[in-house]
T-cell receptor, first 111, second 112 residues
Framework: SQTIHQWPATLVQPVGSPLSLECTVE??????LYWYRQAAGRGLQLLFY??????ISSEVPQNLSASRPQDRQFILSSKKLLLSDSGFYLC??????????FGSGTQLSVL | QKEVEQNSGPLSVPEGAIASLNCTYS??????FFWYRQYSGKSPELIMS????GDKEDGRFTAQLNKASQYVSLLIRDSQPSDSATYLC????????????FGTGTRLQVTL
């Protein structure tokens, strides 16, 4: 079964600073990869998904971008963080049986 | 109308009782249904999946699906304090990517 590595666990950043969150996956090849965000008291919102290297789909317009430079690496970025970017960011991966599994998440606080 | 709806709770049940968690969805072409458990500050953990009408049992958990009524539920038998968490219902349309749509979750409290 696959293992999803996501770091850091917590991050505090000032408004206007850049962001880079990295996710790597082990134990599978050519996975579909996802970035979700969970704001306080709200549900999980799909931000980006990728079916392959350099193939990124954005679900909602926002201040964030994603890249997939390698098969098992997915990166979430921002050039200038906003207060509204605060939340719990989750990388996820699905296997051939289409079940979605999550990494441990990054709690981002923008101050 | 929300695509996936859940009662936010909290749903409080005594230890040893059956907890019943409900979820409705709006898209009739939804094909796959999932229940995730999420402890506070942790990532969601997949506990059940169901694809066809009827019941599916796994240990103390039973998922129930009724596509005609667009309704999926999760029963937890012999509830334990360790079951106290938020339970997320997720729905997937057909397609190549698991683009799940999540409900906002039901918080379950199992009391001693």
């Amino acid at each position: 079964s696959q293992t999803i590595h996501q770091w850091p666990a917590t991050l505090v950043q000032p408004v206007g600073s850049p962001l880079s969150l990295e996710c790597t996956v082990e134990g599978t090849s050519n996975p579909n990869l996802y970035w979700y965000r969970q704001a306080a008291g709200r549900g999980l919102q799909l931000l980006f998904y990728s079916i392959g290297i350099d193939q990124i789909s954005s679900e909602v317009p926002q201040n964030l971008s994603a890249s997939r430079p390698q098969d098992r690496q997915f990166i979430l970025s921002s050039k200038k963080l906003l207060l509204s970017d605060s939340g719990f960011y989750l990388c996820a991966c699905d296997s051939f049986n289409e079940k979605l599994f999550f990494g441990s998440g990054t709690q981002l606080s923008v101050l | 109308q929300k695509e996936v709806e859940q009662n936010s709770g909290p749903l409080s049940v005594p230890e040893g009782a059956i907890a019943s968690l409900n979820c409705t969805y709006s898209d009739r072409v939804s094909q796959s249904f999932f229940w995730y458990r999420q402890y506070s500050g942790k990532s969601p953990e997949l506990i059940m999946s169901i694809y066809s009408n009827g019941d599916k049992e796994d240990g103390r958990f039973t998922a129930q699906l009724n596509k005609a009524s667009q309704y999926v539920s999760l029963l937890i038998r012999d509830s334990q304090p360790s079951d106290s968490a938020t339970y997320l219902c997720a729905v997937k349309l057909g397609g190549t990517a698991s683009k799940l749509t999540f409900g906002t979750g039901t918080r379950l409290q199992v009391t001693l």
